[in-house]
């Protein structure tokens, strides 16, 4: 008499480090933070858009009280249109940037690592100097030259005043955000738990080399 029994085998793990597994929470809280800084880029961007209309209007009154040459006008205006497009043009291009990093991160790439602590240290020194600009228009400070015409002079300090009160405090708190943003997502991907993540091995494929299964035994 004969009997066939088949007896479970484990499978076998090829050698070297096992594959860890599991987003840790720093990684994922990185990731949320630039995907919030890219967001808010957006919204600055929105305003600097929004901000055309209403900055012109009163350009325009404040102008014609200060006795501008309507040259000199059309010029400051068409130099705040630009500059507003432009640096609108330039958030929505650093709101692509950090969804793409954000993206990076999440998925643990290595390069989008390294790539998101070069962004931190380029966000930071460019929220300091937002920081330092909204500081200055909020204080009244800010240094008009008018290539030595009184009247240009007159122009721009008018084009400056023109912009709302709420505009230098919320682009402070803004830069102010973004750097405090910068800097935790810096930190959070320096932390052990990031660099387990982002070192991890990857599990491989099943290859030629992979041991095939005993056939059952009979008895």
Known sequence: MSFSTSSPVEPVSP????????RPAVVA??????????LLNLVNAILHLAAISSVLNRFRVRAVLE?????????????LKVALVVSALILV?????LLAVAWG????????????W????????????????????????VTVQGGGDPAVTRGAQALVDSFPGWWAGLTGLSSVGQVLGY??????????????FFNRTRPLP?????PAVPPPTTV
């Open 67 to 79: 006795g501008v040459n309507p040259a000199d006008m059309t010029t400051l205006e068409n130099s």
């Open 206 to 210: 099943p290859g030629p080399d992979t």
């Open 183 to 196: 800097i935790a997502t810096a930190v959070l991907l320096a932390l052990p738990a990031a660099n387990l």
């Open 105 to 116: 991160v999440w998925q643990g790439n290595r390069v989008a690592r390294v790539l998101a």
């Open 29 to 38: 809280a990185a990731a949320a933070i630039l995907a919030l800084l890219a």
């Open 15 to 22: 050698a070297g480090p096992r594959a860890l597994s599991g």
């Open 93 to 97: 291009l650093a709101a692509i940037i």
């Open 118 to 141: 070069i962004v931190c240290g380029l966000g930071v020194l460019l929220a300091c100097c937002g920081i330092s600009g909204a500081v200055s228009l909020g204080s009244g400070n």
